[in-house]
């Protein structure tokens, strides 16, 4: 069952624009909201995570806009750089007593930023 | 440095046969991950394991199997069972079981020639 929804597949983005990627999620028992960031050939690695009771969280120019109401949340790259040229994924978390600490996964965003 | 090491980076298999992937940590997280990432299809849980000489299913079992007879070694065992098992494969750890950041490998490309 598809839990978690990410749109748009790709995003082709002007150097200095914004960058937003979407997703929404289905069930309301998750904890924890993070967005990994994978390159070519590499794993994904963190890039800012969030907990359920804020509804914002910034760290430069990554921005993570939570709606616990809507189930969704949002990332925003802001003055993009060919260097964030790669595939983003949000996910979430389980929680309860039977958290295991693994994630499910959306299905990825490939954002490009042009020159 | 502390980090999760996975091999081979490429890996290729001849149909029928077993093949198994690599992956060891030193950074003394207890849990350990097996995701398997299609195009489009974002990463999917193969198998995780709490502690030593304990593992569960994830969502995509069918086709392989692993241990944990160490705490800083996961393999993950593809067997000929997994009928289409051409992905990139990515293992993963954490501190705990309910700790946030998961740190991942660099990941094995499996390829069925």
């Known amino acids: 069952q598809q839990q978690v929804k990410q749109s748009p597949q790709s995003l082709i983005v002007q150097k200095g624009g914004i960058s937003i990627i979407n997703c929404a999620y289905e069930n309301t028992a998750f904890d924890y909201f993070p967005w990994y960031q994978q390159f070519p050939g590499k794993g994904p690695a963190l890039l800012i995570a969030i907990r359920p009771d804020v509804s914002e969280k910034k760290e430069g120019r990554f921005t993570i806009s939570f709606n616990k109401s809507a189930k969704q949340f949002s990332l925003h790259i802001m003055d993009s750089q060919p260097g964030d040229s790669a595939t983003y994924f949000c996910a979430v978390r389980p929680s309860g007593s039977g958290n295991t600490g693994k994630l499910i996964f959306g299905q990825g965003t490939t954002l490009q930023v042009k020159p | 440095d502390g980090g999760i090491t996975q091999s081979p980076k490429y890996l290729f298999r001849k149909e029928g046969q077993n093949v198994t992937l690599s992956c060891e940590q030193n950074l003394n997280h207890d849990a350990m991950y097996w995701y398997r990432q299609d195009p489009g299809q974002g990463l999917r849980l193969i198998y995780y394991?709490?502690?030593?000489?304990?593992?569960q299913k994830g969502d995509i079992a069918e086709g392989y199997s692993v241990s944990r007879e160490k705490k800083e070694s996961f393999p993950l065992t593809v067997t000929s069972a997994q009928k289409n098992p051409t992905a990139f494969y990515l293992c993963a750890s954490t501190l705990g079981a309910v700790n946030t950041e998961a740190f991942f490998g660099q990941g094995t490309r499996l390829t069925v020639v």
């Open positions: 394991s709490q502690i030593v000489n304990d593992f």
